[in-house]
T-cell receptor, first 111, second 117 residues
């Protein structure tokens, strides 16, 4: 069993809709959680970085972490075609730990 | 800031040859760099962690004699795929952590697509 599980999609939404992405994890020692965006044939780009439980908002992006249920989410409001990409969640136990990535969810925002 | 480059962006080589991929942190010093590989529609798999001036730490199942890593300076790490075979064809991505920052602050390069014929 992978430590971080993520539905690979694809997830197709119309422009302007809210994109809802999530991951589950099994290692209760994870404390740092990240969301990366990866365009085709490019390296991942860090979108959101969260420590422990709670919400974090940055523009159109909101990240949520629920450690009690081992569930992490990313919401993208007012989605744009340029948001079409693969979104990867990642987690680690501490500042110096290895990142454990989910499989990535492909998102397609249609005009 | 925090830009990481990779060279080449893509390479095609014949089976049995060696290929070197460079990873550079352009505007910061990186004590630690990481090498990942990614197969189509799959996630990033960590291959090795490289620390400047010391030997790389390889993940279980990664052949260190096949994937040679050198981290000669605080801004450059190289991955050499020796005696490449078609099964080594993949997308190789490096990342770097700024000096004195945690490993979870990783900035990724654009990746190198390797195709072995």
């Amino acid at each position: 069993q992978k430590e971080v599980e993520q539905d690979p999609g694809p997830l197709s939404v119309p422009e302007g809709a809210i994109v809802s992405l999530n991951c589950t994890y099994s290692n209760s020692a994870f404390q740092y959680f990240m969301w990366y965006r990866q365009y085709s044939r490019k390296g991942p780009e860090l979108l959101m970085y969260t420590y422990s439980s709670g919400n974090k908002e940055d523009g159109r992006f909101t990240a949520q972490v629920d450690k009690s249920s081992k569930y992490i989410s990313l919401f993208i409001r007012d989605s744009q075609p340029s948001d079409s990409a693969t979104y990867l969640c990642a987690a680690t136990t501490d500042s110096w730990g290895k990142l454990q990535f989910g499989a990535g969810t492909q998102v397609v925002v249609t005009p | 800031g925090a830009v990481v480059s990779q060279h080449p962006s893509w390479v095609i080589c014949k089976s049995g040859t060696s290929v070197k991929i460079e990873c550079r942190s352009l505007d910061f010093q990186a004590t630690t760099m990481f090498w990942y590989r990614q197969f189509p529609k799959q996630s990033l798999m960590l291959m090795a962690t490289s620390n400047e001036g010391s030997k790389a730490t390889y993940e279980q199942g990664v052949e260190k004699d096949k994937f040679l890593i050198n981290h000669a300076s605080l801004t450059l790490s190289t991955l050499t795929v020796t005696s490449a075979h078609p099964e080594d064809s993949s997308f190789y991505i490096c990342s770097a952590s700024p000096r004195d920052r945690g490993n979870n602050e990783q900035f990724f390069g654009p990746g190198t697509r390797l195709t072995v014929l």
